[in-house]
């Protein structure tokens, strides 16, 4: 059945977590562990349904696959569209995997309102694939607020001391982010409206919609805020420490590994090809930004005392540079900044749920609670070294295939922010280092300390299998960047037209605004006839 | 599979380089409860890539062009790694380096680390060192040199911190990664800028493309310096030298492999490597030259200042490898290269000798082990000799030919001060090797008391020490059968021949590596070497230099006999009377000061603090002040809105009052 051309794979896979909320809703709110079953099953099934997406993808073409396309309110044009390409598909794979290993990683932290807990978390997962997949603007919309509601109850709810300020902190930071956004959205739809007559929202016809020079930029400012406050970007980050550290372990593990992701997606699926000049306009202020933010969320990172603030700011450092090489706008910096996605939400992920299980044996995070813990848990002392280093770019495990195709596109494309953003590589060895040594080297200070237990079966079940792709994607990279390949090229193939207009030519670039211009006004003067 | 197996080169390659990586993986995942089992491992994996590299050098010693094997890691189609394997005589010889003292090294650890918890971890460490290292070596191109270089500075990280208990172990590891991760930034940055304006990195083609002028000069220039910037990182070269000293905390058979015989040569290694690439830029050369000078002359003086064996010999290390980086930017491609050979022996050799002492007395501080009666472990005191001899370039050993070598390269060079710092190097290298020998071999009878400027040095020896205490009882209670208590003479067996045995082989290959000079000049220089009749230092004045090199060497022993060795001596030396000078070579030069000053003003206390507070009051405080004022201002609204009668005519007539006023003034 699932192989079928016409198996709607993408819908079920989006929804199968609202299914198993409805048993969760069935089940007494008393029994936790078959709620934490049921959830930890769906989340997998979900998670296997997904894995015939990578191996029924047809890497030769950069056209939507496994598209469903209904119409859904007419009149207006919006439609029921899904579909991904290379530049969505390992983020959809990302997500149904980190989504899994999330609710294994916060199986006993959580026993109070284990039932609403998990429910939240499945629901996030369904608007968090459908963020991915949704190829039309309301059905995106829908999603991407569907998505907030539940991580503010898991913040708010499940997440340490300062909860509330923190989820009110992310909500509001979230929401004045999309609500420009959805101005936005408007904007362009009667824009579109009025020049062709033809009301839709599909985004994919944005994609070949010529807008004039000044609307690119206003219409992309709005979606650089929504999108960077998201991503985050320098000086929009600071909602993302405060929710990091009062998240409950599941809820940072998703909130940087796939949440933050939904930034940078934006940027790719949105800010680049419906506003290509206005991209090319921008990319001063972004370079300049995403530098700032390495450097930045680097230096941050240097002094924090809790662990997990640090690897708060250890993102914003680390989505520098998956902006970085996406506005270096060529081939080895947009796939960098892809592989750069899925890396970050695989290390950050990692390391968030190190620190939790640091959490769950200790109640601290502060660093100088702990010290000498690799005396007491010496395999955990060597997976955390791995998901380290792994984080730091060292050579043969991810992250430094990633930050190597982004320095390239970086440098090809400027020298000056490359030479710049190398200064991160050496920092984020400093503040990963400083952090490893003071808690797991030296001698054991604490008595509590003493008898910390080492890993447990269920903390191996989901930390090994991040690490099996973190060392397979720094020895064998090839699989999974062959599979956008034809996606980003084809993007900067629309990209590319619209540049070399722009910059080699200089009169052609207006010509081709006024051209534009006219087409619109003579459209507009249509529709008024 | 067959391709393999075709190619019996190739095969030996592929076992040297990958097998150490196999015995890491099978250490690491299975037999890490098994200590004896996982060392067999380990050694079989290093032995068999000794036979391989040896059988390679055989094999390969004619060829006159370099054999080149390339395969492709693909990362995506569009962007390929080459990896594979470059063999020319530089490669072959490095590569039996690499492999010969990783072995003897090994063998050696089963006495030194016998009973330690840790024995499994610490091979698989060597394990991944050997790989990494192997790996490097035989890099083709400069990108797999470089991911190589890289993980061999993890290994390097993992071995120094590996007493984790001990505070400073873990901080050295960390300074050690960090400080020649700074330098590999500089490396870094010069690949991509040749990669932009040259577009191989192929070593063989840059040489080539170099040599004929192939490449805009500029661009060499830039990128040599930037490449070099790897170099100083790694080879501990002025002013990122100050990790290489306290990477000392790893354990003694550690500093022997990495920290002076191979891993931090592989700076030096490199500058070779693309020797042809940084002669044909002169600025690049003469930046390196001073740069090696004032490494060798800081690094000798740092060595004169101190008590602990292990840093003599750290500083000693750092000394000669500016001492080789002088030869090579001077242009003595082959000096260089020879006096890293030599190198590699003696001091390994000086080394694991500390090693014994440090094992036998459990102090590292050279008045202790003589006082303890140093002198009476014979087979270490005498390989210590021979090493010391050699380090000070005494005939016959093997360090007198390669020193001569350098000392030639730089008497031909034009301006003569370099060779006038060399012969100053010489002279202090001796004296404070022989400082060392003489303080263990005649021992003072009175407890020396510790300069006062010292004494920040002497307070984390004692911390060590202790710890180095405690770990060895630990040790010791779980080594069963082994009994090597502290007693002298009972009870050695195994233990002690495991730690000697390779003590005679290095000893040996001390005494007879020099007179294989003109062999390995042919072997290294191909037919150029026949042609020019060697490099540098054959000419009129060869015989005065010789005998010029040789005196100060001399004079240096001599010196450190009249102030340590003879009869009645203060033991104090010449430093003792001038405690300001003590203080500044005691505290290195205050380099380590000046940094940590750097880094606690700039970063820590200027730039972190300033974003810090900007996270905290500018961003977060203007956010948070903004909801304020949103909350206040909807208040106040709310305030006026009350529907209390009263209050909206108090706000009328207040209005009206404004207005009347208003109009009125």
Redesign the interface.
């Known amino acids: 059945m699932m192989n079928s051309p016409n198996f709607p794979i993408l819908s079920v896979i989006t929804y199968l977590p609202l299914l198993g909320i409805l048993v969760i809703c069935l089940i007494n709110s008393k029994r936790h562990d078959l709620i934490r079953w049921v959830a930890f099953l769906t989340a997998a099934v979900t998670f296997l349904v997904s894995l015939p997406l990578y191996f029924r993808f047809d890497a030769g073409t950069w056209e939507m696959q496994f598209v469903e396309n209904i119409p859904w309110i007419s009149q207006y044009g919006i439609s029921y569209h899904m579909g991904v390409d290379g530049i969505s598909l390992l983020l959809v794979l990302l997500t149904t995997f980190l989504s899994a290993l999330a609710i294994l990683s916060t199986w006993s932290a959580v026993d109070k309102g284990v039932k609403g807990y998990m429910i939240s978390l499945l629901f996030l997962e369904t608007g968090m694939v459908g963020v991915f997949c949704a190829l039309d603007f309301v059905l995106f919309y829908v999603f991407w607020e569907v998505m907030l509601i539940p991580m503010y109850f898991i913040i708010g709810i499940w997440g340490g001391p300062r909860r509330i300020y923190a989820a009110v902190k992310f909500f509001i930071y979230t929401m004045s982010g999309s609500v420009l956004m959805l101005v936005a959205i408007l904007v362009l739809f009667f824009t579109h409206y009025h020049a062709t007559g033809i009301m839709t929202f599909d985004i994919l016809t944005y994609h070949r919609f010529g807008l004039p020079a000044n609307m690119q930029f206003w219409l992309f400012l709005a979606f650089f805020l929504a999108f960077a406050i998201k991503v985050p970007m320098f000086p929009f980050h600071t909602w993302l420490p405060d929710a990091h550290v009062e998240a409950p372990t599941a809820g940072s593990v998703i909130l940087a590994g796939v949440l933050l992701k939904m930034g940078t997606y934006g940027f790719l699926r949105f800010g680049l090809p419906i506003f290509p000049q206005a991209s090319v306009d921008f990319i001063p202020v972004i370079l300049i930004l995403s530098v700032i933010g390495i450097i930045y969320g680097a230096m941050v990172s240097l002094v924090q005392d809790d662990i997990k603030k640090l690897v708060a700011y250890s993102s914003v450092s680390h989505l520098g540079y998956c902006m970085l090489g996406m506005f270096a706008l060529n081939l080895e910096g947009v796939k960098g900044s892809i592989l750069q996605m899925i890396n970050h939400g695989l290390s950050t992920g990692a390391l968030f749920m190190i620190v939790g299980m640091l959490y769950e044996r200790r109640h601290t995070r502060l660093i100088s609670e702990y010290g000498g813990v690799m005396k007491v848990m010496p395999v955990f002392a060597t997976l955390f070294l791995l998901v380290a280093f792994s984080s730091m770019g060292v050579p043969g495990l991810n992250g430094f295939i990633g930050e190597l195709l982004i320095l390239i596109g970086a440098f090809k494309a400027s020298l000056g922010y490359g030479l710049l953003a190398t200064i991160g590589l050496v920092l984020g060895a400093v503040y990963l280092l400083w952090m490893y040594k003071r808690v797991m080297y030296g001698r054991i200070t604490k008595e509590e300390n003493k008898n910390l237990r080492d890993m447990t079966g269920r903390e191996y079940a989901y930390l090994v299998p991040i690490i099996v792709f973190i060392v397979w994607i720094g020895v064998y990279p090839k699989p999974f960047l062959d599979k956008m390949d034809v996606s980003v090229q084809h993007l900067l193939e629309v990209m590319g037209q619209q540049r070399t207009v722009m910059l080699d030519v200089p009169e052609h670039s207006e010509l081709r605004a006024t051209h534009a211009m006219n087409n619109y006004e003579q459209y507009a003067a249509d529709q008024g006839r | 599979m067959s391709w393999l197996f075709k190619d019996p080169v190739l095969l030996a390659a592929v076992l040297c380089t990958w097998l150490p990586f196999l015995s890491m993986a099978v250490i690491?995942i299975f037999t890490r409860h098994k200590p004896q089992l996982s060392s067999y491992i380990s050694i079989g994996a290093v032995s068999t890539s000794l036979i391989c590299a040896l059988y390679l050098l055989i094999k390969l010693v004619h060829v006159g062009e370099p054999v080149e094997y390339r395969t492709a890691w693909?990362?995506?189609?569009?962007?390929i790694i080459p990896f594979g394997y470059l063999f020319d005589p530089l490669s072959l010889l490095m590569l039996l380096i690499v492999a010969v003292i990783s072995f003897l090294v090994q063998v050696y650890s089963l006495g030194y680390m016998a009973g330690d918890p840790g024995f499994s971890r610490y091979y698989a460490f060597q394990s991944l060192f050997a790989w990494a290292m192997m790996d490097m070596v035989i890099a083709p191109g400069m990108l797999q040199l470089?991911?190589?270089w890289?993980?061999v500075g993890?290994a390097s990280?993992l071995l120094i911190?590996f007493y984790?208990?001990?505070?400073s172990?873990?901080?050295a590891?960390?300074k050690a990664?960090?400080m020649t991760?700074?330098g590999d930034?500089g490396f870094?940055?010069g690949l991509?800028l040749l990669?932009?304006g040259f577009g191989d990195l192929g070593i063989v083609a840059m040489n080539e493309a170099a040599q004929a002028q192939a490449i805009p000069s500029y661009l060499i220039t830039a990128s040599a310096l930037l490449i070099f910037c790897g170099v100083i990182g790694k080879s501990a070269q002025f002013p990122l030298l100050t990790w290489l000293p306290d990477a000392m905390e790893g354990p003694t058979p550690v500093s022997a492999l990495l920290h002076s015989a191979t891993m931090v040569a592989a700076g030096v290694y490199m500058f070779s490597r693309i020797f042809p690439f940084f002669a044909a830029s002169p600025t690049a050369m003469a930046i390196a030259l001073a740069i090696g000078t004032i490494t060798m002359l800081l690094s000798s003086t740092m060595a004169m200042a101190t008590y602990d064996i292990k840093q003599v010999w750290a500083y000693s290390t750092v000394s000669q490898l500016g001492f080789m980086v002088m030869g090579l930017a001077a242009g003595g491609y082959f000096a260089g290269v020879f006096h890293l050979t030599t190198h590699a022996g003696f001091k390994a050799l000086l080394f694991l000798c500390s090693g014994v002492f440090i094992h036998e007395y459990h102090s590292n501080d050279m008045r202790d082990i003589g006082k303890g009666g140093g002198r009476s472990l014979k087979i270490p005191m005498v390989c210590m000799t021979v090493g010391a001899l050699a380090l000070s370039g005494v005939f016959p050993f093997s360090g007198f030919f390669s020193k001569e070598a350098i000392m030639g390269v730089l008497a031909a060079y034009p301006n003569k001060i370099w060779l006038l710092a060399g012969l100053l190097g010489a002279l202090m290298t001796a004296y404070y090797s022989f400082r060392l020998i003489f303080m263990i071999l005649f021992p003072k009878k009175v407890d020396a008391t510790m300069p006062h400027d010292a004494v920040h040095y002497h307070q984390e020896k004692d911390d060590k020490i202790q710890i180095d205490h405690e770990e060895a009882a630990a040790g010791h209670g779980a080594a069963h059968g082994h009994g090597s208590s502290h007693g002298h003479e009972e009870g050695h067996g195994n233990v002690f021949w495991y730690m000697a045995w390779p003590l005679i082989i290095l000893t040996t290959i001390t005494l007879v590596l020099g007179f294989f000079q003109h062999s390995l000049e042919g072997f290294l220089l191909g037919h150029a070497a026949d042609a020019h009749g060697g490099e540098g230092g054959h000419g009129a004045g060869h015989y005065a230099l010789l005998i010029a090199a040789v005196s100060m060497g001399l004079a240096g022993i001599a010196w450190a006999y009249y102030e340590f060795g003879r009869k009645g001596a203060s033991q104090e030396g010449f430093l003792a009377r001038l405690p300001k000078t003590q203080a500044l070579f005691a505290n290195r030069w205050y380099i380590d000061r000046f940094l940590r000053r750097f880094l606690d003003r700039a970063?820590?206390g200027g730039?972190?603090?300033v974003?810090?507070r900007n996270?905290r009051r500018v961003?977060?405080g203007g956010?948070d002040g903004f909801?304020l004022f949103t909350i206040g201002s909807g208040r106040l609204f709310s305030f006026l809105q009350s529907g209390m009668l009263q209050y909206n005519l108090l706000v009328m007539v207040a209005a009206v009052g404004l207005v009347v006023l208003y109009f009125v003034v």
Do not use: H, M, P, S
Request: with cysteine; charged share 20%.
């Open positions: 690491l693909l990362i995506a189609d569009d962007i470089y991911i190589f890289e993980l993890l990280y911190g984790y208990e001990k505070w172990a873990g901080q590891g960390k990664f960090v991760r700074l930034i870094f940055l991509i990669v932009l970063i820590y730039l972190t603090n974003f810090t996270d961003i977060d956010i909801c």
